[in-house]
């Protein structure tokens, strides 16, 4: 069996990438929760998962639904429409928030609950972006007032995203749309203005939601608090962020250092102080809360895990079961990507290379994307340019 090129990377990368942030001399990591038992088990899940990822690429796909190019536009313009329609009713009459720039009102208004129009928009938008993916690549002219009206309706997407405080979201966003633009040569400009723009607007949250107004206040106080209680900003930091005019970039590089490396220390305590009993799916998967009657209690209840620590939330000694099926689902679906567009593929990449990191499967509504590629993937195009 051979494994392609991408396939290689998606798995060995994010792990790379995970060493190098504990190597790096801006955070001190705390391993006093980090025993052999807990290595021993965090390991294998993965060598489960990535092993059934591997599996699920091999599994053949059943036949396509074929239609028409232009009947596939117009059901992309149905769904397009239906899809802004209802975001707009649930952002401006259903749950407006006081505030159409502030990050709290948003969540103010997000916790008056769902709707149906706000679950048709989080369904239908993805679903709306992978059709275009997929009709864009066919020969010939699309209608330039069908490109402006997409592109209207996935600006407005997005810009209610970001205010919404979703930094997760609007990552899946841009991959859905421009991963296609990524490459060799311009991968670390891209790299570089993701941890910038992530930290900046880690700050505009932060100062959303507690009106803390003092940059410097806010830069020293979230590098050494919360989430990065495990990965705590090393002296060697701390005293550059008091003594440098770049503290904005060296908080944005440190921020991000900590997001990937913290996982694996949350999981740690959970794991050795808090035995997970009960089957509850949805910690995985956030909407499920909605319907389920569990309550794990957890000390450290918001804070993000791995997607291994997730799945020990969520299922218990099950985990080792769930990595194996969802490791099997992500390799099908990253085998189904390809015939949507590379975009598609990238979502699927980046949920597999978010796993080592945090919940790369239901956390920041990925789920909905990986959804959405499953159902387009099951249409094929045919006209005089398609075969």
């Known amino acids: 069996m051979l494994i392609k090129k991408d396939v290689l990377c998606v798995i060995i990368l994010p792990w790379v990438v995970f060493h190098l942030s504990l190597l790096l001399p801006i955070i001190s990591p705390e391993y006093e929760h980090v025993n052999f038992e807990y290595s021993l088990f965090f390991f294998v899940l993965f060598f489960i998962f990535y092993a059934f990822f591997i599996f699920g690429l091999q599994v053949k796909s059943k036949k396509a639904i074929c239609l028409e190019v232009d009947s596939v536009v117009k059901i992309f313009l149905f769904i397009l429409i239906i899809a802004l329609v209802s975001r707009v009713l649930d952002r401006f009459l259903i749950r407006a928030p006081s505030n159409y720039f502030s990050i709290s009102s948003y969540r103010v208004s997000r916790e008056a609950g769902s709707n149906i129009f706000s679950i048709l928009s989080v369904i239908l938008f993805p679903v709306a972006i992978f059709l275009y993916n997929k009709i864009r690549t066919v020969p010939g002219k699309m209608l330039s007032a069908v490109n402006v009206f997409f592109f209207f309706s996935i600006s407005f997407f997005l810009f209610d995203v970001v205010l919404s405080g979703s930094r997760g979201t609007a990552l899946v966003v841009f991959v859905s749309l421009f991963f296609d633009k990524i490459n060799k040569k311009n991968i670390i400009f891209f790299g570089s203005a993701f941890v910038v723009v992530s930290g900046v607007?880690?700050?505009?949250?932060?100062?959303?939601?507690?009106?803390?107004?003092?940059?410097?206040?806010?830069?020293?106080?979230?590098?050494?608090?919360?989430?990065?209680?495990?990965?705590?900003?090393?002296?060697?930091f701390m005293s550059m962020m008091q003594e440098s005019d770049f503290r904005l970039l060296y908080f944005s590089v440190v921020q991000i250092t900590q997001y990937i490396a913290h996982g694996f220390f949350e999981f740690a305590y959970v794991y050795n102080t808090q035995p997970i009993v009960q089957f509850d799916p949805s910690r995985l998967i956030p909407q499920l809360s909605k319907i389920s009657s569990f309550n794990s209690y957890l000390e450290r209840e918001n804070l993000y895990y791995t997607l291994m620590g997730t799945l020990y939330i969520s299922f218990g000694a099950f985990s080792i079961f769930a990595s194996a099926i969802i490791g099997l689902g992500l390799g099908f679906l990253y085998k189904r990507s390809v015939l949507i567009s590379k975009n598609a593929k990238g979502v699927v990449f980046l949920s597999v290379f978010m796993a080592p990191f945090v919940n790369g499967v239901g956390g920041y509504d990925i789920h909905f994307f990986l959804l959405a590629i499953y159902i387009v993937s099951v249409v094929r195009l045919k006209n005089k340019y398609v075969q």
């Open 201 to 236: 607007f880690f700050i505009f949250r932060f100062q959303s939601l507690t009106e803390v107004e003092s940059i410097s206040k806010t830069l020293l106080y979230l590098s050494s608090v919360g989430y990065s209680d495990f990965v705590p900003a090393s002296d060697f």
